[in-house]
């Protein structure tokens, strides 16, 4: 489903850059944009303030889905490396409650045994 959104907004950004007007101003020559010592690059445009030209919006979601994207590939990760731990944790789990059914199961016994003696033969 992320990939087919990208994938959208992907074309709508080839479409601006193929039928929009004049030339699009790139990020590196903003005044919203800047890039630390380290490289990493830090975008300040906020799409309901200062957006210069409709490629910006759209480069911004791509952004803002390219982040969600990466988030979901962290979770998926966690999600991972936890799964052989729940199911150790299950399989505890279920063997704790057969145990527990098979030490009551002495009373439910002993009450079928009781209605049985209850009941007139015939």
């Known amino acids: 489903?992320?990939?087919v959104i990208m994938a959208k907004i992907k074309d709508c950004l080839i479409f601006f850059l193929k039928f929009g007007a004049g030339k699009m101003i790139?990020?590196?020559?903003?005044?919203f944009y800047s890039e630390d010592a380290e490289g990493r690059r830090t975008f300040a445009c906020d799409p309901f303030k200062n957006?210069?030209?409709?490629?910006?919006?759209?480069?911004w979601q791509l952004l803002?889905?390219?982040m969600l994207v990466a988030a979901f590939r962290g979770m998926a990760g966690?999600?991972?490396?936890?799964a052989p731990m729940q199911d150790k944790i299950l399989?505890?789990?279920?063997?704790?409650?057969?145990?527990?059914?098979e030490s009551?199961?002495?009373?439910?016994?002993?009450?079928?045994?009781?209605?049985?003696?209850?009941?007139?033969?015939?």
Not at 78 to 82: A, G
Not at 104 to 122: A, R, Y
């Open 51 to 59: 957006i210069k030209e409709p490629h910006c919006l759209v480069k």
């Open 64 to 66: 803002r889905l390219d």
């Open 1 to 3: 489903m992320l990939y």
């Open 26 to 31: 790139q990020c590196k020559d903003c005044e």
């Open 91 to 101: 399989k505890y789990v279920q063997r704790e409650l057969e145990d527990l059914d």
């Open 104 to 122: 009551e199961s002495w009373k439910v016994d002993e009450e079928d045994e009781d209605e049985d003696e209850d009941e007139p033969c015939l």
């Open 78 to 82: 966690f999600q991972e490396k936890m």
